[in-house]
C-alpha cells in the first residue's frame, strides 16, 4: 500500500504565499502523474495542478501564473508552490498519486487551506 503524507496548509491573509509537500512512500515501481487537487464547500473536487514523470506539467486554467507544481523523482515528492492567495482558494487540498505498476491512485488525507483577513 502507498501512504502520501502531506505538509503544509492553514490559514493566510489574502496575498500571502503557502508551500506544500507530498511525499510518497511503500510499494511503489513507477509513478506516472503526482498532482493536487481541492475541493471548497459545496463544490466538486477540481485538479490544481499535475506533473508527469518527465516533467510535463498541467495547471487549473485559473491558477496558472499564481500555483507552481514541482517534483523530486528520486525522492517521490510533489511540491506546490500558492503565491498571492485569494480568499476563494479557500478549500481543502489533496495529493493524488497515479502509479502504472500497479495502475491504481492514491490520495492523500487532505488539508485544509483558509485564506482570509
Known amino acids: 500500500q502507498v501512504q502520501l503524507v502531506e505538509s503544509g496548509g492553514g490559514l493566510v491573509q489574502p496575498g500571502g504565499s503557502l508551500r506544500f509537500s507530498c511525499v510518497a512512500s511503500?510499494?511503489?515501481?513507477?509513478?506516472?502523474?503526482m498532482g493536487w487537487y481541492r475541493q471548497a464547500p459545496g463544490k466538486e473536487r477540481e485538479l490544481v495542478a499535475a506533473?508527469?514523470?518527465?516533467?510535463?506539467?498541467n495547471y487549473a486554467d485559473s491558477l496558472k501564473g499564481r500555483f507552481t507544481i514541482s517534483r523530486e523523482n528520486a525522492k517521490n515528492t510533489v511540491y506546490l508552490q500558492m503565491n498571492s492567495l485569494k480568499p476563494e482558494d479557500t478549500a481543502v487540498y489533496y495529493c493524488k498519486v497515479s502509479t502504472i505498476i500497479p495502475p491504481r491512485d492514491y490520495w492523500g488525507q487532505g488539508t485544509q487551506v483558509t485564506v482570509s483577513s
Open positions: 506533473i508527469t514523470s518527465v516533467g510535463s506539467t
Open positions: 511503500g510499494s511503489i515501481v513507477s509513478i506516472y502523474v
